[in-house]
């Protein structure tokens, strides 16, 4: 997807591994997103930051943390990975009220906690 | 706690027949409206927003808005076999997007 890429695509863990997911976004926007999607859940927001040098909870906080680095970056960090953390994990950015406030979304990355 | 509610389906339609999918939301303050469309695998992608109360007409598609109601629709005319896929409702204001959990829908060629 356009603007917003993140990495990796697929990662195995094993439980108690740690392990960052990078995101990083070229459409100067202001805000970023964490998502994590589960069959039969939807979206779920974990963590969102709403300018450089800011982050809060979302929906899910729970053994994850967030650093954005700059405007461009936004990473997630397992600390010790759990079975109940794997899922699809979606970095997005919102755009400018111009786009509508849409949210772009990058292509997810596969986490399996074995 | 807001929350955004949708059949999980699946709703299945023949080709050529009108696909109706619905949405409640809990925030009586939410400000936009939003519908992705979401194939196995990949990630959504957006193909309505909405705003104001009425309806709002792109192509095949029409997203309908009742902010008294706290409910938002989308129809799709003459379904198509690639509409397969899950459609997402997205509710938001001033934070982040609220999702539903997605209805399926199954075009039956």
């Known amino acids: 997807n356009a603007g917003v890429t993140q990495t990796p695509k697929f990662q195995v863990l094993k439980t108690g591994q740690s392990m960052t997911l990078q995101c990083a976004q070229d459409?100067?926007?202001?805000?970023m997103y964490w998502y994590r999607q589960d069959p039969g859940m939807g979206l779920r927001l974990i963590y969102y930051?709403?300018?450089?040098?800011?982050?809060d909870k979302g929906e899910v906080p729970n053994g994850y943390n967030v650093s954005r680095l700059n405007k461009r970056e936004f990473s997630l960090r397992l600390e010790s990975a759990a079975p109940s953390q794997t899922s699809v994990y979606f970095c997005?950015?919102?755009?400018?009220?111009?786009?509508?406030?849409?949210?772009?979304f990058g292509e997810g990355s596969w986490l399996t906690v074995v | 706690q807001k929350e955004v509610e949708q059949n999980s389906g699946p709703l299945s339609v023949p080709e050529g027949a009108i696909a109706s999918l619905n949405c409640t939301y809990s925030?009586?303050?939410?400000?936009?409206f939003f519908w992705y469309r979401q194939y196995s695998g990949k990630s959504p992608e957006l193909i309505m927003s909405?705003?104001?109360?009425g309806d709002k007409e792109d192509g095949r598609f029409t997203a309908q808005l009742n902010k008294a109601s706290q409910y938002v629709s989308l129809l799709i005319r003459d379904s198509q076999p690639s509409d397969s896929a899950t459609y997402l409702c997205?509710?938001?204001?001033?934070?982040?997007?609220?999702f539903g959990k997605g209805t399926r829908l199954s075009v039956i060629a």
């Open positions: 997205a509710v938001g204001g001033n934070t982040p997007l609220v």
């Open positions: 925030d009586r303050v939410s400000q936009s």
């Open positions: 930051s709403a300018s450089e040098g800011t982050t």
């Open positions: 997005a950015s919102p755009g400018t009220p111009n786009s509508g406030n849409t949210i772009y």
């Open positions: 909405i705003y104001s109360n």
């Open positions: 459409m100067n926007h202001n805000s």
